[in-house]
């Protein structure tokens, strides 16, 4: 497997552009999916001013290893929101946001939810509403390796 890595200098600028075409969207909250959203998401509140920045965990991988389920646990209290953008680094196999999306309208079904991603692989299930690139393999995103210690590296 190719793997590629992704350094902050190219996710802020990413970021900048995956924010310029969610301003459409209006978002009135955002949902980052714990934990590779997080990052994303809490650029994301900066650039839209927005306090109303949530986590939302999801499990689909152990490492690189797809798991056969997905677990949702920690959906946030999003009953006085109308417009909500939910956001991941990437939507790879897209079987995690389909779940996510499924738990997320069936409890709030009169919210108006939108996706964004940096990354969004050609074959997945699911095509997030607004994303950047495609990848050519793995990312290994800055936040996984530059702050591990060189033995583990």
């Known amino acids: ?6 350094g902050f200098e190219a996710f802020l600028a990413d970021t900048r ?10 978002p009135e909250a955002i949902v980052a999916i714990s934990r ?11 650039y839209f001013d927005l306090r109303t920045l949530y986590t939302l965990n999801a499990i689909h991988y152990d490492d690189t290893r797809k798991l056969d389920t997905v677990e949702i646990f920690n959906i946030p209290d999003l009953h006085t929101a109308q417009r909500v953008l939910v956001v991941d680094e990437i939507v ?5 946001m389909v779940a996510i999306m499924a738990a997320l309208k069936a409890r709030y079904p ?3 939810f939108k996706t964004a991603a940096l990354f969004q692989k050609a074959d997945a299930c699911f ?3 607004f994303w950047v690139k495609r990848p050519a393999g793995w990312i290994d995103f ?12």
Request: proline share 2%; net charge negative; aromatic share 10%.
């Open 142 to 153: 800055f936040w996984e390796v530059d702050l591990k210690p060189e033995s583990n590296k």
């Open 36 to 46: 590779g959203g997080v990052s994303l998401g809490h650029l994301l509140s900066e």
């Open 110 to 112: 009169a919210v108006d």
């Open 127 to 129: 095509e997030a509403d």
């Open 92 to 96: 790879d196999s897209g079987e995690s």
């Open 1 to 6: 497997m190719t793997r590629h890595y992704y």
């Open 17 to 26: 552009q995956l924010a310029e075409q969610a301003a459409s969207f209006h």
